[in-house]
Every structure is written in structure tokens, then in C-alpha cells.
């Protein structure tokens, strides 16, 4: 895809676009509502500019509109996928809608090592079903960092992680772009089973939430990029969030964090610096580089962690 520049800043590459006229514009000219991104010349002011909204859009929209309508194919996407999972390991678990199991779940959940279960089960504390085929460890089985992000626990697991994609994922991917945001949530999400393994590596961990976690990361750093404030929305439900992974028995609030960690950093290596302000156009090599570092280092530190380095 060739690169589009702003229409009234020929100098600056963007991704975002007018709902109105479809003209290509930068964050300096966009106001942001809930029906969608506006140039100067169809908000209504020539020059003015808008926090950026971290309210769900509105439900009602016209056809044709561009992504700010809530759209958001790959958010869309997404949440497809996971909910596809979920079914398939609720069919092959037999255990009704909160109860997933079967060979595929088994095979993506992470855990980090068998050994602390394989003696529960040898001492006829747990039974031999919940012991996963593998581990990392032991089993070197190191795609279970990503796939374990696509499993999910119950039917609340996954209907609660699917609002939050939605409500956060389909703007965030409309600010960033197809590209980045693929690449913010699946690093994220492994960003996010690294902090999982850090806290209990062996306790078997499953669940889209560091993924999710990269995604409001990158919501805080594009509103304070935006309005220059870090008290805003954004990190009021950041706070929420994390607070509730602490008080909830039986959440990886270690895969909280390192999703968020992971988001921030990924949004931060995305930006183009202007004049002191970020623009956020095509991938370029340093959002690449952020990529591959986090995604690397993800690996890296859940490697250590399992081999007793760390």
C-alpha cells in the first residue's frame, strides 16, 4: 500500500482519513466524535482539535462509513477467532459452556513447567485430565505463548475479554491501522504470557487478557500523545482493570502487566516524532524494531524464567 500524507500537511504521513470526504488528514487536523474522524473543513472549525474519545461509537451509523464507524475488520476478526476456539474446546471438553477442554486445548493452554502438577497428580490431588501434554520446559513447546492467548476458561472469561476487544480494540485499530494493530495485539499478547509464566509458572494459564492489556496500553499512550494528559479515561480504566485482576481469585495479573508493558513499548517505537508530536502513519522500521524487541523479548524472559535463569 502506497504511503498517503495529510492533505493540508503534505510532510506528514497518516493512516487516518476524513468519514466525510475520505481525504487523507494527521492527528494535528482530526477531530475525533463518535460518528467517525473529521477534517477541519467537515468538523466545523478550520485548525481545532478534539481529545481523542474513549467512548464506545454510537450503534447507529450510516453505510459506507469509514472505520471510525466501528467497522474495525480486524478487531472483528479477532473476536471471531477466539469465539471459534472457544466452541471448539467446548465441544471437545463435553463439560457444558463454562467447562472447556479437549485435545486442542490441552495442546495451546501455557504452562510454563509440569513438574509441580505431575506430582499433585502422582499424589492423587489432581486428576490426570487437567495435566497438560506439555509444558515449556521440559516439552519445548514455545508456541503456547501465542496459542494460549486464544483459549479461554468460561463463558464470563471470554464474554467479558470480548467486550473490552471490542470496546477498545475498535478504536485503537482505527487510530493505528490495520498493520500496527495486528502487530500491537499479537505481541501483546505475548508480552503478556511472559508476565504469566513470571508469576506462576506452573499453574496453566489461558485467555486473550495480555493481548487486550497491549490494547489499552497503546489507548493511554495515544490519548496522552493527544491531549498531553496521562489522568484521562484511558488510564482510569487501565486502573480498574488491573485492580480487578488483583482482587478476582485465579487471574494472571502477571499477564496483565506484561501485555500492558508490551503495549505501551509497541506504541511508543510506532510513533513518528514531528515538531515534538507523534504521528502515526505506515509501519516504519522503528515500529518494526519495537515489534521484534518486545516479541523477542517476551520469548526471552519466559525461556529464563522456565530454566531456572531468572
Not at 479437549?102 to 499424589?123: E, P
Not at 493511554?220 to 482482587?247: C, D, K, P, S, Y
Request: with cysteine; net charge positive; aromatic share 10%.
Amino acid at each position: 500500500m502506497e504511503p498517503r500524507y495529510c492533505y493540508r500537511h503534505p510532510d506528514r504521513e497518516t493512516g487516518l482519513s476524513c468519514s466525510d470526504c475520505g481525504r487523507p488528514i494527521c492527528a494535528d487536523c482530526a477531530t475525533f466524535a463518535p460518528v467517525g474522524i473529521r477534517c477541519p473543513d467537515h468538523a466545523g472549525a478550520q485548525g481545532g482539535k478534539k481529545p481523542l474519545q474513549i467512548k464506545p461509537p454510537k450503534v447507529h451509523r450510516a453505510q459506507g462509513m469509514s472505520l471510525a464507524t466501528g467497522s474495525a475488520p480486524v478487531t472483528k476478526a479477532l473476536i471471531g477467532i477466539n469465539l471459534a476456539v472457544y466452541l471448539i474446546t467446548i465441544a471437545q471438553g463435553g463439560g457444558g459452556l463454562s467447562n472447556p477442554g479437549g485435545s486442542l486445548y490441552n495442546r495451546w493452554v501455557l504452562i510454563g513447567s509440569n513438574a509441580v502438577m505431575t506430582q499433585a497428580v502422582n499424589a492423587g490431588i489432581l486428576p490426570a485430565s487437567l495435566l497438560p501434554s506439555g509444558d515449556l520446559a521440559q516439552s519445548h513447546e514455545w508456541w503456547r505463548l501465542a496459542t494460549s492467548m486464544f483459549l479461554h476458561g468460561s463463558i464470563l472469561h471470554i464474554g467479558f475479554n470480548m467486550y473490552v476487544l471490542w470496546w477498545a480494540g475498535s478504536q485503537v485499530e482505527e487510530y493505528l491501522g490495520k498493520a500496527r494493530y495486528i502487530g500491537l495485539y499479537l505481541v501483546s499478547g505475548l508480552a503478556g504470557a511472559a508476565g504469566a509464566v513470571i508469576q506462576t509458572p506452573f499453574t496453566p494459564v489461558v485467555g486473550a487478557s495480555g493481548a487486550i492489556f497491549g490494547i489499552l496500553g497503546a489507548m493511554l499512550i495515544l490519548e496522552w500523545q493527544f491531549t498531553g494528559r496521562l489522568t484521562g479515561q484511558a488510564m482510569t480504566l487501565v486502573v480498574i482493570n488491573l485492580v480487578l485482576g488483583f482482587v478476582i481469585p485465579n487471574v494472571s495479573w502477571g499477564g496483565h502487566i506484561g501485555g500492558l508493558i508490551g503495549g505501551i513499548l509497541i506504541t511508543l517505537s510506532y510513533a513518528h516524532w514531528r515538531g515534538g508530536r507523534a504521528q502515526y502513519g505506515q509501519l516504519g522500521l522503528s515500529g518494526i524494531v519495537g515489534l521484534v524487541a518486545v516479541g523477542v523479548g517476551s520469548v526471552a524472559i519466559a525461556y529464563f524464567k522456565v530454566r531456572g535463569y531468572a
